[in-house]
Nanobody, 123 residues
Framework: QVQLVESGGGLVQAGGSLTLSCTAS????????MGWYRQAPEKQRELVAS???????NYRESVIGRFTISRDNAKNTVSLQMNSLKPEDTADYYC?????????????????WGQGTQVTVSS
């Protein structure tokens, strides 16, 4: 089984910063994309940022210039540096990873999720 463990959420004032981290562990061959999603109360889960194993990044428009996603392939970790936080960034943040596991002659991709970490930005 593969586990994603997140850390780094909390309460911060508007304009402040937080860094989220996520580490993948378990039995797998490799990790393709890793990313962060968020879900605010009564809203759908949305992609915040993603990064491929080659370092190509993708951000939702509202966080460009404020958030930075990074990854350490050797440690199977992904981080999200969040600066200039706004109250509208308040949500539960979830780590996501597309993992390749060997099965029946193929390295099949499977998506895994972390348990979520809460980020609250006060105005």
């Amino acid at each position: 089984q593969v586990q994603l463990v997140e850390s780094g959420g909390g309460l911060v004032q508007a304009g402040g910063s937080l860094t989220l981290s996520c580490t993948a562990s378990g039995r797998f061959f490799s990790i393709d994309a890793m990313g962060w999603y968020r879900q605010a109360p009564e809203k759908q889960r949305e992609l915040v940022a993603s990064i491929t194993k080659y370092g190509t990044t993708n951000y939702r428009e509202s966080v460009i210039g404020r958030f930075t996603i990074s990854r350490d392939n050797a440690k199977n970790t992904v981080s999200l540096q969040m600066n200039s936080l706004k109250p509208e960034d308040t949500a539960d943040y979830y780590c996501n990873a597309v993992v390749r596991k060997y099965s029946s002659g193929y390295y099949n991709p499977t998506t895994y999720w972390g348990q979520g970490t809460q980020v609250t930005v006060s105005s």
